[in-house]
C-alpha cells in the first residue's frame, strides 16, 4: 500500500484533497513504476479539479507508473526537487521559445538581439523563460510584482517593470522597445493591450488561451496580419527533459524552488498554488 491524495469530484480547491491509502500501482507495457521523492505542483494540477480543461494527470502519491518514453534519468549532480520542477513550467517556456517563437538557444548570431517579453517572469514557468531566453540572443523584458524585481534581473533579464504599475498594466518597455516576441505567462490580459507593444511581425504566444484568445488567433491568422497571436501547450517528451536536465547539470539553468511541503500537507500546497503568488515552483515530497 502507498499513501497518495485524490479527490472524487470536481471543485473543491484544497479541502476537496483526501489523503487515502492505495495499492502500489502495477506498471503495464511500457511504463516504468517510478518510486516518487519529489512532485511539483503546476496550475494545471487544480484546473484538472475546477473541471475548466479537458487534461488528466496527477502524482501526489509515493509511487506512480509513467509511460517509459516520458521519463528521463536525473543527473546525480541534480537534486530530485530541481529536476521535478522541470515537468510542465520549463518545457513550456521550452517550447514556447524555440517551437513557436523560433529562437535558437546557444546561438552565437551577432545579428540584431530578438527582443522578448516575458510576464509573469517570478511565476514557473516565467522564471524558466527568461533564463532559458537568455541562452539565445536576445535581449529580455520582465514582469513581476515589485517584490521579485531583484529576483527577475538575477535570472539574467536585462530589464524588469512591476506590472502593478500603470506603465507596467501597459506593458511598455521601459527603454521604449517593441517586442519582437511575447511569453504571455499571466491571464486577463486582453490583445488589446499586447498589440501597440508588438514589432511589426510581433509575435504572442499565449500560454493560458481563452476564447477570446482563440478568436484573434483567428483573425490575426485569415487577414494574414503580421502580428499574430499563437495558442501553445507544452510536449512532454523525454528529448526535451533530457535537455533541460544537462542544463540544470551544466549550471545553465536554476529551478527555484518557492517553497517546499511534506506530502501530509500537500493540501496546503495546493492552495499556495491556486493562492497564484509563488516565487518560482511549489514542491511536495512524500
Ligand atoms: N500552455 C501550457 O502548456 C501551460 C503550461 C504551464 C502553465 N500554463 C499556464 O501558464 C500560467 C502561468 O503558470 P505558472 O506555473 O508560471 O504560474 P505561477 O507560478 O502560479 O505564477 C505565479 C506568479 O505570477 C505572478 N503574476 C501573476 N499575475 C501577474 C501579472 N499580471 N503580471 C506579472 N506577474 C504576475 C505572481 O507574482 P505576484 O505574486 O507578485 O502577483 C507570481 O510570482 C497559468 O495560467 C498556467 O495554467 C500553461
Not at 539565445?136 to 534581473?153: E, L, S, Y
Not at 517593441?178 to 493591450?193: A, E
Not at 536536465?245 to 545553465?252: A, D, F, I, P, W
Amino acid at each position: 500500500m502507498m499513501r497518495a491524495l485524490q479527490y472524487d469530484a470536481y471543485g473543491g480547491g484544497a479541502a476537496g484533497l483526501q489523503h487515502v491509502e492505495v495499492g502500489v500501482p502495477t506498471p503495464n507495457t511500457n511504463e516504468v513504476l517510478i518510486k516518487i521523492e519529489a512532485i511539483s505542483i503546476n496550475p494545471i494540477d487544480w484546473k484538472i479539479q475546477e473541471g475548466s480543461t479537458p487534461f488528466r494527470g496527477g502524482g501526489l502519491a509515493e509511487f506512480a507508473v509513467a509511460t517509459e518514453s516520458l521519463i528521463a534519468a536525473i543527473p546525480s549532480q541534480v537534486s530530485a526537487a530541481e529536476a521535478a520542477a522541470l515537468p510542465i513550467a520549463a518545457l513550456t517556456a521550452h517550447g514556447a521559445l524555440t517551437q513557436v517563437a523560433g529562437l535558437k538557444l546557444h546561438h552565437d548570431d551577432d545579428g540584431h538581439p530578438k527582443n522578448i517579453l516575458v510576464t509573469a517572469a517570478s511565476g514557473g514557468v516565467g522564471h524558466y523563460a527568461v533564463q532559458l531566453a537568455k541562452l539565445g540572443n536576445t535581449h529580455v523584458t520582465a514582469t513581476c510584482g515589485a517584490r521579485n524585481i531583484d529576483f527577475v534581473k538575477s535570472l539574467g533579464a536585462d530589464e524588469v517593470f512591476d506590472y502593478t504599475t500603470p506603465e507596467g498594466a501597459a506593458l511598455r518597455s521601459p527603454s521604449g522597445r517593441k517586442y519582437d516576441v511575447v511569453i504571455n505567462c499571466t491571464t486577463g490580459i486582453p490583445w488589446s493591450t499586447f498589440d501597440p507593444n508588438l514589432s511589426q511581425n510581433g509575435v504572442l504566444v499565449d500560454l493560458t488561451p481563452t476564447l477570446s484568445s482563440f478568436v484573434t488567433f483567428a483573425l490575426k491568422k485569415f487577414t494574414f496580419s503580421k502580428k499574430q497571436l499563437l495558442p501553445f501547450f507544452a510536449n512532454v517528451k523525454r528529448e526535451g527533459l533530457e535537455y533541460l536536465l544537462q542544463l540544470l547539470k551544466e549550471g545553465k539553468l536554476k529551478s527555484i524552488i518557492d517553497s517546499k511541503f511534506p506530502l501530509t500537507k500537500a493540501e496546503d500546497a495546493w492552495a499556495k498554488s491556486i493562492d497564484g503568488h509563488a516565487t518560482g515552483k511549489i514542491i511536495v515530497e512524500p
